[in-house]
T-cell receptor, first 114, second 115 residues
Framework: EADIYQTPRYLVIGTGKKITLECSQT?????MYWYQQDPGMELHLIHY???????EKGDLSSESTVSRIRTEHFPLTLESARPSHTSQYLC?????????????FGQGTRLTVV | AQKVTQAQTEISVVEKEDVTLDCVYE???????LFWYKQPPSGELVFLIR??????QNEISGRYSWNFQKSTSSFNFTITASQVVDSAVYFC????????????FGKGTKLTVNP
């Protein structure tokens, strides 16, 4: 069982609100990722980090921002939520420097903006 | 550019049937990694297998087996004697950067196993 946690699991929020989705892992992994999953199921990488103070944008443009102040914590923030942000957000982590590692995923946050 | 195609959007079978989920990938790199993940209704992605481009051996793990063919750029997944608990969305994914960095996912195949 993976030790990566996301909160909240479900969030319904009004347009214009600021929200932060939390992601924490206890495995000491340096690499962390955020994926956005469409209602049609496809997943796209929106942010990733290779360690503390390292953040990069992924393949899918996103209005969200991330920070990596501690190894175990990789929160995602939306300054002003809009209905187009309605989606599931999945956080993942993996080890650095191991050939046979895999990414461990959290259970996701299902965000609905009304 | 990388791309993963899972042409089967939904598959429905009766328990104990065998089922194969197709995955076709595109990449310009000679070194790459392929993955299968399972997403049950609870939402998390569960890792099933990782295969690098230099290892074309097929793999069997219990009722699961994978057929990797570089000649056709395919990495198909077969469940033998399917069970209701196998019902989930299955994703095939590709990474070009040595590990699980920046996975490119297919659109997923929703498998329903009926009793």
């Amino acid at each position: 069982e993976a030790d990566i946690y996301q909160t909240p699991r479900y969030l319904v929020i009004g347009t214009g609100k600021k929200i932060t989705l939390e992601c924490s892992q206890t495995m000491g992994h340096d690499k962390m990722y955020w994926y956005q999953q469409d209602p049609g199921m496809e997943l796209h990488l929106i942010h990733y980090s290779y360690g503390v103070n390292s953040t990069e944008k992924g393949d899918l443009s996103s209005e969200s921002t991330v920070s990596r102040i501690r190894t175990e914590h990789f929160p995602l923030t939306l300054e002003s939520a809009r209905p187009s942000h309605t989606s599931q957000y999945l956080c993942a982590s993996s080890e650095v420097g191991r050939e046979n590692t895999e990414a461990f995923f959290g259970q996701g946050t299902r965000l609905t903006v009304v | 550019a990388q791309k993963v195609t899972q042409a089967q959007t939904e598959i429905s079978v009766v328990e104990k049937e065998d089922v194969t989920l197709d995955c076709v990938y595109e990449t310009r790199d000679t070194t790459y990694y392929l993955f299968w993940y399972k997403q049950p209704p609870s939402g998390e992605l569960v890792f099933l297998i990782r295969r690098n481009s230099f290892d074309e051996q097929n793999e069997i793990s219990g009722r699961y087996s994978w057929n990797f063919q570089k000649s056709t750029s395919s990495f198909n997944f077969t469940i033998t004697a399917s069970q209701v608990v196998d019902s989930a969305v299955y994703f095939c994914a590709l990474s070009e950067e040595g590990g699980s960095e920046k996975l490119v996912f297919g659109k997923g195949t929703k498998l329903t196993v009926n009793p």
